[in-house]
């Protein structure tokens, strides 16, 4: 990995040299998107929050260890993955729709949406959510890696530890139940 092509992996090195703001800047600009593929793919709030830390508190542990083999992004999902791993491992009951809606509310993005298109959009966002959460773990994980963060076959093979066909293989099933359940 070329360092000078990541600047994440710039700011971690930095990091790793004592510059606090480095790691703030880290934590910015990934705290949102870390927190979201983490509520979604385990769909327990506190769990999420709990794999959240566990995800930021490794990456502290390992600044002096930290090498850019992968963009940061990529070991950062790789760090999660593994925690949520876990996580299904001593699963809690999940949560239910409203609640996992009010947790994604609290960490997305501000959206510039038309009033009038709010209720539309929000209800296909909510249909396509109800419909990945229905997904294999697998297969969810692999479709939220694709979808949400804009991963390569193999930056996902990477992050899960599969195949990039296998990768491939779970994204084409997981599209083709999405359609069969979101197709009227």
Do not use: C, N
């Not at 993955?81 to 239910?96: N, T, V």
């Amino acid at each position: 990995m070329d360092v000078a092509v990541d600047p994440d992996a710039q700011l971690m090195l930095a990091y790793a040299r004592g510059d606090l703001a480095a790691f703030e800047a880290l934590y910015a600009k990934h705290r949102g998107t870390l927190y979201r593929f983490v509520l979604r793919s385990l769909r327990d709030r506190s769990l999420a929050d709990e794999v959240f830390q566990d995800t930021w508190s490794r990456v502290i542990a390992a600044r002096t260890r930290y090498q850019p083999q992968a963009k940061f992004s990529t070991w950062l999902l790789q760090i999660a993955h593994h925690l949520i791993i876990d996580g299904h491992r001593r699963k809690r009951p999940l949560a239910d729709g409203d609640e996992a809606e009010m947790a994604l509310a609290a960490h997305a993005a501000p959206e510039h949406e038309q009033p009038e298109h709010a209720l539309s959009d929000f209800e296909r966002r909510r249909g396509l959510q109800r419909a990945i959460e229905q997904l294999p773990d697998d297969q969810r994980t692999a479709v939220l890696l694709r979808l949400e963060h804009e991963l390569s076959l193999e930056e996902i093979a990477e992050i899960t530890g599969a195949g990039r066909e296998t990768v491939k293989s779970r994204l084409r099933y997981a599209m083709s139940k999405l359609r069969d359940v979101l197709t009227p």
